[in-house]
């Protein structure tokens, strides 16, 4: 009888995966969660619309209404398993009952590949 044993560990994810709480409470802070490859970079993006942005074949969002309303949250590198954790607090200014909706852009900066990939967009409503 064989085993086989790998001797590397897959990670990550393509496309990527966007964990976000359903709910957030204004002035306090919850984690949100980008799954995707190590050493990958990572772009947080937020809109308090979900109408698309586009640039055939570069990239397809499912917010921002054509860029125009979409704004970076954060930046960063996924670590050695392909996670960036970040923690965010809605401010007071957003109205009780808003609706956020985000989404992540994901690539390597070492071989940018076109389109750029993304997450599913993830609706957070603020209380």
């Known amino acids: 009888r ?3 044993r790998s001797p590397f560990q897959v990670v990550g994810n393509d496309p990527p ?3 976000v709480p359903a709910a957030a409470v204004r002035n306090l ?3 949100y969660k980008i799954h995707s490859d190590n050493r990958r970079t990572n772009i947080l993006l937020a809109a308090f619309d979900n109408l698309p942005s586009s640039v055939p074949g570069v990239i397809s969002l499912g917010l921002g209404n054509q860029f125009s309303s979409c704004v970076s949250i954060l930046t960063g590198i996924g670590g050695p398993n392909g996670v960036l954790v970040t ?3 809605p401010p007071l200014s957003i109205p009780s009952g808003s609706r956020m909706w985000f989404q992540s852009i994901v690539y390597d ?3 940018l590949v076109l389109p750029v990939t993304t ?3 993830s609706e957070v409503r603020i209380y």
Do not use: G, K
Request: glycine share 0%; hydrophobic share 55%.
């Open 29 to 31: 802070s919850a984690l």
């Open 17 to 19: 995966v966007l964990e």
């Open 87 to 89: 923690s965010l607090t």
């Open 109 to 111: 900066p070492n071989n």
């Open 119 to 121: 997450s599913a967009v």
């Open 2 to 4: 064989v085993l086989f």
